[in-house]
């Protein structure tokens, strides 16, 4: 088998409402780039990576010259060719590299008869469960509902989740607003689910010393862990030092150069393995390996997703021994899929592992195409920015908190 196109689509698909980071926003949709990569059999492998629209179009078609020809098979040698460490100085193509290997492990299982979790050592497991990932979120400008700001809000948001897909455990995307606001915020959680797990994740904006603070007040509660309180492995690890809830990343331990250092001298707890950040699925069940081995604990994250990078998680959650928590997913967030069938189910909090050959996925051409448009009438948003905090930045760590007070609608 050998590859003779790569063809990028860039896809805008609505949210059901805008969601809240502490950099910025979502700003009522996700923009992915789907990558279809054609082999000389007529076969076709599956990619996905965020963000980027033209740009990240303009890199894939740029692959042709590097892979035409290539067999798929050949993944070691693909990543050689095109995100060779050393290379990487000049030109970062980890996230080209995961959207590749996901389409050749799609094109070689499907080659084989074989689902992808087949070729990485067959599923240890049917589904994998995922937790409720609640944001704080503006409402949604066409129809004015879906704003969490206040504690109340954020109860009911997990509440309606938690109903509707099963889900046990419930993390909170942080950092918007004062820590002693989101302090309460995370208190009403463990209030009103008293028998679940929760996780909370401020995405690396306190100092040191807050998120010492924050630790400690939390930790009679039922934490599966406390994510990335601080940018840096440093400042993890003085926290860690006097915070008796486990430190989890998805920042700072997201190569094997960082997962060593973090061995050696231990500053995080739970690896969140990224499919995207960390170059492909294969790297991930590496890292998970390295885990293993020292002890650490292994999470699925999610840097949003459509139905092709869902299925990339699914198959790796599928295949490690030691994924000791449920994985995290924007996807019950979404209003809708390209995939055929629509959005993937939810049963009980978990998704069924897909058993048919490749990633077991296939792109619905209409909704391809549909959302392709969609992309063109409204192109991409700045993920890093605020709509409704013009000029805004938040430093590190911050103090520039948003006003929890403030109910206005963004007009996106
Ligand atoms: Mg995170």
């Known amino acids: 088998m050998k590859i003779v196109d790569i063809r990028p689509t860039t896809v805008?698909?609505?949210?059901?409402?805008?969601?809240?980071?502490?950099?910025?926003?979502?700003?009522?949709r996700f923009v992915r780039t789907?990558?279809?990569?054609?082999?000389?059999?007529?076969?076709?492998?599956l990619g996905e990576m965020g963000g980027g629209g033209e740009t990240a179009e303009a890199v894939f078609?740029?692959?042709?010259?590097?892979?035409?020809g290539h067999d798929p098979a050949r993944m070691e040698e693909m990543r050689f060719r095109i995100a060779n460490p050393t290379a990487s100085l000049y030109n970062n193509r980890t996230q080209v590299l995961a959207a590749l290997e996901f389409a050749c492990l799609d094109l070689v299982g499907q080659q084989w008869g074989v689902p992808v979790h087949a070729i990485l050592g067959g599923k240890l497991r049917d589904r994998v469960g995922f937790a409720t990932y609640a944001f704080f979120r503006y409402a949604n400008p066409r129809i004015g509902r879906g704003e969490a700001r206040t504690p109340e809000q954020i109860?009911?948001?997990?509440?309606?989740?938690?109903d509707r897909h099963g889900f046990t455990s419930h993390k909170l995307k942080a950092g918007v607003?004062?820590?002693?606001?989101?302090?309460?915020?995370?208190?009403?959680?463990a209030q009103a689910f008293p028998g679940d797990r929760i996780r909370f994740d401020p995405n690396a904006v306190w100092s040191t010393e807050q998120a010492i603070r924050f630790g400690q007040a939390i930790e009679g509660l039922r934490n599966d862990y406390l994510e990335d309180p601080v940018y840096g492995l440093h400042g993890m690890r003085r926290t860690r030092e006097k915070v008796r809830v486990p430190l989890a990343t998805n920042t700072v331990v997201v190569n094997f150069e960082q997962l060593a250092a973090n061995v050696l001298d231990t500053a995080v707890d739970v690896i969140l393995l990224d499919t995207t950040f960390w170059g492909g699925i294969r790297a991930c069940v590496k890292a998970a390996g390295v885990c293993e081995t020292f002890q650490l604990g292994v999470a699925v994250h999610s840097s949003g997703e459509l139905g092709i990078q869902l299925a990339t998680m699914l198959h790796l959650g599928a295949v490690i021994p030691n994924l000791s928590f449920d994985a995290d997913a924007h996807y019950h967030h979404l209003t809708d899929d390209v995939i055929e069938g629509?959005?993937?189910p939810y049963?009980?909090?978990s998704i069924r592992v897909?058993?048919?050959?490749?990633?077991?996925?296939?792109?619905d051409r209409e909704k391809v195409r549909r959302y392709a448009e969609l992309y063109r009438e409204l192109g991409g948003y700045p993920y890093d920015q605020d709509p409704l905090r013009p000029g805004w930045a938040p430093v590190l760590p911050n103090d520039r908190w948003a006003d929890p007070n403030d109910d206005r609608v963004p007009q996106l």
């Open 34 to 45: 789907i990558v279809e990569v054609e082999a000389d059999n007529g076969l076709i492998g």
């Open 12 to 28: 805008t698909v609505p949210l059901i409402a805008p969601l809240r980071h502490a950099n910025g926003c979502h700003w009522g």
């Open 347 to 349: 049963e009980g909090g």
């Open 61 to 68: 078609r740029a692959m042709n010259g590097y892979l035409r």
């Open 342 to 344: 629509g959005l993937m």
């Open 177 to 189: 607003f004062h820590p002693d606001y989101e302090l309460e915020v995370y208190r009403a959680i």
């Open 354 to 363: 897909p058993d048919a050959p490749g990633l077991g996925v296939k792109l």
């Open 155 to 162: 109860v009911e948001q997990i509440r309606e989740a938690r």
